[in-house]
């Protein structure tokens, strides 16, 4: 769920590659379907409905985006809630709506996405981390209830090279002084959240489970 840019994309479009059937839906950025790609409007933040959705699936991937950084008193309660509605709340009611379809499955996963700042802490990114912390609590919690048929696990990026995060990238600049800040000293691109998140939902990941898989060029771990 949210193919349409970023990272999300990046990931339908490597997995419509190997001829996996992708069912990917967009609300902001038009999606149009491609080769092994059907897309479909959808807005988590209302009523909604699944039956584009075939009666098995294999995988479930929820990636909505926002990145909001203001300091914390300037940020409005309103605007926790919109973001946990988003992250939380949607990715609560597309599990729900698909667990029939994913207890079909011999080897079903669903990933999920958070940030390395829930780990970290970083100024101003209070917001995000709150609704991203939520995010890590549901895919423990949801792996523990749906093992041993379902898996669920998450990816924690870095700052990511995606639409998302442009305003964060808008200069030379800004690019340099944030790959400085990794320990793998480049920004992160969507291919490269896409490359686990290929791995994860793969036959080849099926011994792990509720994991918070760090992508994020070393700042996690690394001083």
Same mark, same amino acid.
């Given at each position: 769920?949210?193919?349409?840019?970023?990272?999300?994309?990046?990931?339908?479009?490597?997995?419509?590659?190997?001829?996996?059937?992708?069912?990917?839906?967009?609300?902001?950025?038009?999606?149009?379907?491609?080769?092994?790609?059907?897309?479909?409007?959808?807005?988590?933040?209302?009523?909604?409905?699944?039956?584009?959705?075939?009666?098995?699936?294999?995988?479930?991937?929820?990636?909505?985006?926002?990145?909001?950084?203001?300091?914390?008193?300037?940020?409005?309660?309103?605007?926790?809630?919109?973001?946990?509605?988003?992250?939380?709340?949607?990715?609560?009611?597309?599990?729900? %709506?698909?667990? $029939?379809? *994913?207890?079909?499955?011999?080897? +079903? #996963?669903? @990933? !999920?996405? /958070?940030?390395?700042?829930?780990?970290?802490?970083?100024?101003?990114?209070?917001?995000?981390?709150?609704?991203?912390?939520?995010?890590?609590?549901?895919?423990?919690?949801?792996?523990?209830?749906?093992?041993?048929?379902?898996?669920?696990? %998450?990816?924690? $990026?870095? *700052?990511?090279?995606?639409?998302? +995060? #442009?305003? @964060? !990238?808008? /200069?030379?600049?800004?690019?340099?002084?944030?790959?400085?800040?990794?320990?793998?000293?480049?920004?992160?691109?969507?291919?490269?959240?896409?490359?686990?998140?290929?791995?994860?939902?793969?036959?080849?990941?099926?011994?792990?489970?509720?994991?918070?898989?760090?992508?994020?060029?070393?700042?996690?771990?690394?001083?």
């Amino acid at each position: 769920m949210g193919a349409s840019s970023g990272i999300g994309l990046a990931l339908a479009n490597k997995l419509a590659l190997e001829n996996n059937q992708i069912f990917g839906t967009y609300r902001n950025t038009e999606l149009s379907d491609g080769d092994n790609i059907t897309a479909h409007f959808l807005d988590v933040e209302k009523d909604i409905d699944v039956d584009f959705l075939p009666e098995q699936l294999d995988g479930l991937v929820y990636c909505p985006g926002s990145i909001n950084l203001k300091p914390f008193a300037r940020i409005k309660p309103e605007a926790f809630i919109s973001d946990l509605n988003l992250q939380v709340v949607g990715a609560i009611k597309i599990i729900q %709506a698909c667990i $029939p379809r *994913l207890k079909k499955s011999d080897n +079903a #996963s669903i @990933l !999920l996405f /958070s940030t390395v700042a829930v780990h970290s802490g970083y100024n101003f990114h209070t917001q995000v981390s709150v609704s991203k912390g939520a995010v890590e609590g549901l895919t423990k919690s949801l792996a523990a209830e749906f093992a041993p048929k379902i898996r669920v696990n %998450a990816i924690a $990026p870095s *700052l990511t090279d995606t639409p998302l +995060a #442009s305003k @964060l !990238l808008s /200069s030379d600049q800004k690019r340099e002084a944030n790959a400085e800040r990794h320990p793998l000293k480049r920004i992160g691109t969507a291919d490269d959240m896409a490359s686990m998140a290929k791995f994860l939902l793969s036959d080849e990941a099926s011994w792990i489970t509720g994991q918070i898989m760090y992508v994020d060029g070393g700042m996690s771990a690394i001083r």
